[in-house]
C-alpha cells in the first residue's frame, strides 16, 4: 500500500472536516477570553509579569487539553483506520489507539502569539497531560512541549516573520512535520509509525495551517480594537490638556473671590476641587469608567459652574 492513497486522503479530509467547526468553537471562546486584560496583556507582550504569563500558559494549555479530548480515535490495527468521533472528555485507549484533534494548534498559538514562555508552558500542560494517557503513540505529547517551545522561540528570534501569513504557515507545517518524524524515530514497531503518520498528516497539516490564520485574524482583530482606545484615550487627553488651563483659571478666580465674601466656602470650594482633580487623574488612566463616577465628576463640575455664576 503506498503511503498516501485515496482512501488516506479520503480519511485525512473527512477528519478535517469533522474537526474544523471544533476548533471554531475553540478559537471563538478564546477571542472572547482574550478580551480580559490580564491575557491580552500577556499575548500583547506589553505586560511581562510572570503572573500574567502564568494565566495565559494554563489558558491556551487547557484548550489544548480540551482539542486533546475532543479529538478523533483511530486504530491502526484496522485495515484501514478506523475512525471514533465520539471520543468524549473520559476515554480509554488501546495501546495501538492514537488521538487526531487540535492539541498541537492550541500550543502553536500560544508559542507565536504568546512568546517562549506561554508557548512552553502550554505545550507542559497539554503534552504531559497527553503522555499520561497509556498507548504506543503518548510519545507525541513529549511532540506537544517542542512544538510550544519551537513557536515561541520562532516568535522570539523572528517576530515580524511569525506574525504574517506565509511565516505563520511556514511555522505550522514545519512543526507538523517536526512531530510526524518524531513519531517515525521514537515508534517500534516502524509500521505503526507509518500508519499512524499517513493517518494524520493531512489532518493535522490542515487543521494546524487554518486554525494558526484564524487566530491571526482573531490577535489582529484584538490589536485593532487596542490602538482604537489607545487612539481614544490621547483625544481625551488632549482636549482634557485644553480644557483645564481654563477651567482652574475661572475656578481660581472664583476661590480668590469667594475668600473675601465668605471664607468657609471658598475652603469647601478648595477640597472639592482638590477632589475633583484628583478623581480626574485616576480616571485618565483608565479605559472606561462607571456612570456613578460620571455622575460624581458631573456634580463637581456643576458645583464649580454655580460658584462663577453666583459672583457674577
Not at 468553537?25 to 477570553?33: D, E, L, N, P, T
Not at 503513540?137 to 522570539?156: D, E, M, V
Not at 501569513?165 to 524515530?185: D, E, H, K, P, Y
Request: proline share 2%; hydrophobic share 55%; charged share 15%.
Amino acid at each position: 500500500m503506498s503511503f498516501l492513497n485515496e482512501d488516506v486522503l479520503f480519511h485525512g479530509l473527512s477528519m478535517t472536516i469533522d474537526l474544523i467547526p471544533r476548533v471554531c468553537v475553540a478559537v471563538i471562546a478564546a477571542y472572547v477570553s482574550m478580551r480580559v486584560k490580564v491575557l491580552r496583556q500577556a499575548l500583547n507582550n506589553k505586560q511581562l509579569h510572570w503572573r500574567h504569563q502564568i494565566v495565559a500558559a494554563v489558558f491556551f494549555g487547557l484548550l489544548a487539553i480540551i482539542g486533546t479530548h475532543s479529538g478523533i480515535k483511530v486504530d491502526i490495527h484496522q485495515a484501514e483506520a478506523l475512525v471514533d468521533r465520539s471520543l468524549g472528555v473520559f476515554f480509554v485507549l488501546q495501546p495501538s489507539q492514537a488521538i487526531i484533534g487540535f492539541r498541537d494548534l492550541m500550543v502553536f498559538t500560544a508559542g507565536l502569539f504568546g512568546g517562549v514562555w506561554i508557548g512552553l508552558g502550554a505545550g507542559l500542560l497539554a503534552g504531559l497531560e497527553r503522555y499520561s494517557i497509556v498507548g504506543d503513540f503518548r510519545i507525541a505529547g513529549l511532540g506537544t512541549i517542542i512544538l510550544g517551545l519551537g513557536a515561541g522561540l520562532s516568535r522570539q528570534f523572528w517576530p515580524r516573520w511569525t506574525t504574517s501569513v506565509t511565516g505563520i504557515l511556514s511555522v505550522s507545517l514545519v512543526g507538523t512535520l517536526l512531530l510526524a518524524s518524531m513519531l517515525f524515530v521514537f515508534i517500534h514497531p516502524h509500521d505503526y509509525a507509518i500508519a499512524i503518520v499517513r493517518e494524520m498528516i493531512i489532518s493535522e497539516s490542515l487543521v494546524n495551517s487554518l486554525g494558526c490564520l484564524l487566530f491571526m485574524v482573531v490577535m489582529k482583530d484584538l490589536e485593532s480594537d487596542q490602538l482604537k482606545i489607545e487612539a481614544q484615550q490621547a483625544e481625551l487627553r488632549a482636549l482634557q490638556a485644553q480644557i483645564e488651563p481654563h477651567f482652574l483659571n475661572n475656578t481660581f478666580n472664583a476661590i480668590q473671590a469667594l475668600i473675601s465674601i465668605d471664607p468657609h466656602i471658598a475652603s469647601e470650594y478648595v477640597v472639592k476641587l482638590a477632589r475633583f482633580m484628583d478623581q480626574t487623574r485616576q480616571n485618565a488612566g483608565v479605559n472606561a469608567i462607571t456612570l456613578a463616577q460620571e455622575l460624581a465628576q458631573l456634580r463637581f463640575y456643576l458645583d464649580f459652574q454655580r460658584a462663577y455664576w453666583i459672583l457674577l
